[in-house]
């Protein structure tokens, strides 16, 4: 089982998954994505699509109508889940062997980035929105 990777800034959740797709380490991805937008708004699904290819992984991104949801069950396919109370900007997490990569699973619990931590869960912890899939 690989390592998850652990956001260091308070929007940069996206920067994380990419960067346990890609195996590269948090902070070189948010260099080449910029820092300013995981410290401030976060990424957009276009912006982390164009980082995945410029790694060398195509990916493409779709917003998730019903249809679509039960194609998000495969490894390397990162979600972003709709803002809530619970996540009020929303959320990226990428599935990995059966699990989802959280990079903020301690979230809701505590909301101090330097206290933040990253495992795998079972379930998604909100509604999936936006799919990034790997091209085949």
Known sequence: MRTSVTQEHDFGCGA???AFVVGKNYKEVVRHLGKTKAATSGYYCNE???????FGFPYFYLYLKSWLRRKIYQDGVIVF???????PAGHYL???????????INFVENK???????????KL????????????
Do not use: Q
């Open 48 to 54: 982390l699509v164009a980082g995945l290819n410029k």
């Open 94 to 104: 990428v599935r990995y062997k059966g699990l989802w990569m959280d990079p903020w």
């Open 16 to 18: 994380a998954c990419l």
């Open 81 to 87: 889940i709709k803002k809530s109370k619970k996540y």
């Open 112 to 122: 101090n980035i330097k206290e933040a931590e990253s495992d795998f869960r079972k």
């Open 125 to 136: 912890p909100g509604s999936p929105i936006y799919g990034l899939f790997p091209k085949i």
